[in-house]
């Protein structure tokens, strides 16, 4: 399985930004897809996740109340429409496939990994 995320930029506080991961390869469903996010000297921490089978999700305190994944089965996307941004949430987002489709939020059962986008979100 490949990833691609996307969608990245420079968006002023209070803005909105809607990242993509796209997924291809060996794509049967059987996955878990989750977000995470790295910022300047700090570890990558769980943001958002969800079961391409059933679309359940899940989500970090952070990201509750304004961000929202979802997915596109046909086109074989995973979305995360993030609103009311703030400086705290500038970070490298990264996109990843669980083969477990547990809804983890620790890195470990990730199986794939895309390269991430970069979001800055200016005060």
């Known amino acids: 399985v490949q990833l691609q995320a996307s969608g990245g930029g420079l968006v002023q506080a209070g803005g909105s930004l809607r990242l993509s991961c796209v997924a291809s390869g060996r794509t049967d469903g059987s996955y878990a897809m989750g977000w995470f996010r790295q910022a300047p000297g700090k570890e990558r921490d769980f943001v958002a996740a969800i079961r391409w089978r059933g679309g359940s999700t899940h989500y970090a305190d952070s990201a509750k109340g304004r961000f929202t994944i979802s997915r596109d089965s046909a086109k074989k996307t995973v979305y995360l429409q993030m609103n009311n941004l703030g400086p705290e949430d500038t970070a490298v987002y990264y996109c990843?496939?669980?083969?477990?489709?547990?809804?983890?939020?620790?890195?470990?059962?990730?199986?794939?990994w895309g390269h991430g986008t970069q979001v800055t979100v200016s005060s």
């Open positions: 990843a496939a669980d083969r477990t489709m547990g809804l983890r939020t620790v890195e470990s059962p990730y199986d794939y």
